[in-house]
């Protein structure tokens, strides 16, 4: 997917590699470089990397179980967000499993997370349940949409 000069491909453990140094400090507190790495190679999980001109600025996953998606994952390069590539990559997310002719995306977004909320919302996605204090000093709130 190319719009502009941002193209949306399949991460591929080169580009993790690439981005590894500075997960934590470039995109967020995150998961270590094996769990990403194990991740990647899972035959049931997906990695998208987003590229400005040929640098990291995001990237997303999915994790896929009979006819269900679970993003597991959306991350933007901290000085790259609200410039609407959050938005391109879960547009993607949604195209891909409208191609593989999923019938539903799942997520688990923290309560206090109102950016990633407003984002979700944007595109459909409607709140299904609430695990109370899932997180230290949050909820974990359940979001769906049908596809
Ligand atoms: C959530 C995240 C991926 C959004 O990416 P982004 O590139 O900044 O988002 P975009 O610029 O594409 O904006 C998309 C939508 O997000 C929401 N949004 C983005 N920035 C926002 C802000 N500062 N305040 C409120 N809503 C905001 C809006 O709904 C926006 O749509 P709009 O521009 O039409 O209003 C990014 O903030 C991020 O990486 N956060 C840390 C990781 C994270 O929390 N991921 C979600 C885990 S469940």
Redesign the pocket.
């Known amino acids: 997917m190319e719009q502009n000069d941002l193209s949306i491909s399949i991460m591929e453990l080169e580009d993790l590699n690439q981005i590894s140094d500075n997960l934590e400090k470039n995109f967020?507190d995150f998961w270590n470089y094996n769990v990403f790495k194990s991740e990647i190679e899972n035959p049931n999980s997906k990695y998208f990397v987003c590229k400005q001109n040929n640098e990291i600025v995001?990237f997303a996953g999915i994790s896929i179980i009979l006819d269900t998606a679970d993003i597991t994952?959306?991350?933007?390069k901290k000085d790259?967000?609200?410039?609407?590539?959050?938005?391109?990559l879960l547009n993607y997310l949604i195209e891909f499993c409208k191609s593989k002719n999923l019938s539903k995306i799942n997520?688990e977004?923290s309560s206090n997370?109102?950016?990633?909320i407003?984002?979700y919302k944007?595109f459909g996605f409607k709140q299904v349940g609430n695990r109370k204090n899932y997180y230290q000093n949050s909820d974990g709130l359940l979001f769906t949409k049908t596809i």
């Open positions: 967020d995001g994952n959306i991350v933007v790259f967000r609200n410039k609407g590539i959050g938005n391109a997520l977004v997370n109102d950016i990633a407003n984002l944007k």
